[in-house]
């Protein structure tokens, strides 16, 4: 509703447009719908960040390549591509 009232009503601001309809644009349900999505995936992102940065860590503390791709619900290509590029990106920091 917000993109097509958008759209329509461009030359009008967003409170001329909810006074028009009597609505608040972030009440309707497509708005909260859209905005809980949002955060699902940003949460999502962030969860699977904080995997990739564990890995190096975790091998670090002598943990096996195997161990990791379990305990992170991970494949072991997954952990060995990471473990690959810290390695590469601690060898180019001491150069």
Known sequence: MTTI?????ANLSSEEVEAMFE????????YREAK???R????EKGREQAKLEL???????????EEVA????????????IRLVTEQES???TL
Do not use: N, W
Not at 5 to 9: D, M, N, R
Not at 55 to 65: A, K, M, N, V
Not at 70 to 81: A, H, R, S
């Open 36 to 38: 809980e999505e949002g």
């Open 55 to 65: 890995i190096p860590r975790f091998l670090d503390y002598g943990i096996s390549i």
């Open 23 to 30: 609505i608040k644009l972030q009440e309707t349900r497509v």
């Open 5 to 9: 009232t958008g759209y329509k009503f």
């Open 40 to 43: 699902q995936e940003a949460l």
């Open 70 to 81: 379990q305990l992170l619900d991970l494949t072991i290509e997954q952990v060995e591509k």
């Open 91 to 93: 060898l180019t920091s």
